[in-house]
């Protein structure tokens, strides 16, 4: 499966919050997180990526700028990162290569946040809970390290 990671674009949200559901049977809250993605894809402060295989929204990973005084002018926060079940299902009769395909879109979604937190001018960029919970594996290989309740790198 070859796929490549870009910009979101208002077509991308409906299949981009398929991904990032939690509950699916409550289409208010569904609603409410389409319009809450939609709205970010117009706000300077933010990175909305999706990555894309056969013109289908196969991962989506957010990152928003908030300043700081500690570390920086700013940092970046990667709010969600989701990959579809279906995008490691290539047919073949090899999982091992599906599940390298998977641990390679979440690196490649994971590193343009990263490189457009730099672009920014972020000096760190963090991944919270329970995103930070739920990828250590993803988190550890993209050189996140722990830092008090954050993960956290470098961005240069």
Not at 21 to 47: G, H, K, S
Not at 60 to 70: Q, T
Not at 110 to 119: K, P, Q
Request: hydrophobic residues 45%; proline residues 5%.
């Amino acid at each position: 499966m070859e796929y490549h990671v870009r910009s979101a674009r208002l077509t991308d949200v409906d299949a981009a919050i398929r991904i990032l559901m939690r509950d699916p049977a409550d289409p208010d809250q569904q609603r409410q997180d389409t319009d809450r993605l939609r709205n970010l894809l117009f706000v300077p402060a933010a990175t909305v990526v999706v990555a894309e295989a056969e013109r289908q929204v196969i991962g989506i990973g957010v990152l928003s700028i908030r300043p700081a005084v500690r570390s920086g002018p700013f940092i970046g926060v990667i709010d969600e990162l989701g990959v579809a079940a279906e995008a490691g299902r290539s047919g073949s009769a090899a999982p091992a290569a599906d599940a390298a395909q998977l641990k390679g879109l979440g690196d490649s979604i994971l590193e343009h946040l990263v490189t457009s937190a730099r672009n920014k001018g972020c000096t760190r960029v963090d991944v919270t809970d329970p995103l930070a919970t739920a990828e250590p594996a993803l988190l550890k290989r993209a050189g996140f390290a722990r830092r008090g309740a954050l993960l956290s790198r470098a961005t240069g």
